[in-house]
């Protein structure tokens, strides 16, 4: 969006204004829901996005049919896993949507995320791990064993 990039929102006015980003993302035009998830990314860098709104905020985004929108979804998922374990099960839930693409691509790269955060799994991420091992079951030949291995569900 020309216009929000060339006001350049300042952390703190961005911050004021998370809410109002997320709700832009479930059913926004593409152009205005990448805008949106540019600013949240940059809010969750920043540790200035609570986990509820991230969660709200990755279900939207992975509910989208947009191929390029559900990229930047499992992009910033794993990079909020790695930027902050405790949030392992905001990530693993909001990667199930993505199994259900016809992106054949997409959903290997979302599967192979979900089993390597296996081993950070909460009681939600593990359910979330369930419905990963659903769809993977008859592709785990193809999918590599996370690091450090994948404990019982």
């Given at each position: ?73 499992v ?28 992106t ?31 769809w ?18």
């Open positions: 969006m020309g216009l929000h990039d060339r006001l350049n929102p300042a952390l703190d006015e961005a911050a004021a204004h998370a809410s109002d980003y997320a709700s832009l993302l479930p059913a926004g035009p593409v152009a205005v829901a990448d805008m949106a998830v540019a600013q949240l990314w940059r809010l969750e860098e920043a540790g200035r996005l609570d986990d509820g709104l991230l969660a709200e905020a990755m279900a939207a985004l992975t509910s989208r049919p947009e191929k390029k929108l559900l990229r930047v979804a992009e910033w998922a794993a990079e909020a896993a790695l930027r902050d374990a405790t949030r392992t099960d905001i990530v693993l839930q909001a990667l199930v949507p993505v199994l259900a693409q016809d054949p691509a997409l959903r290997e790269r979302a599967a192979r995320l979900a089993l390597s955060l296996a081993p950070k799994a909460g009681p939600r991420g593990r359910a979330a791990l369930r419905r990963v091992a659903e993977s079951g008859a592709s785990r030949e193809r999918l590599p064993p996370p690091r450090g291995g994948i404990t019982p569900l």
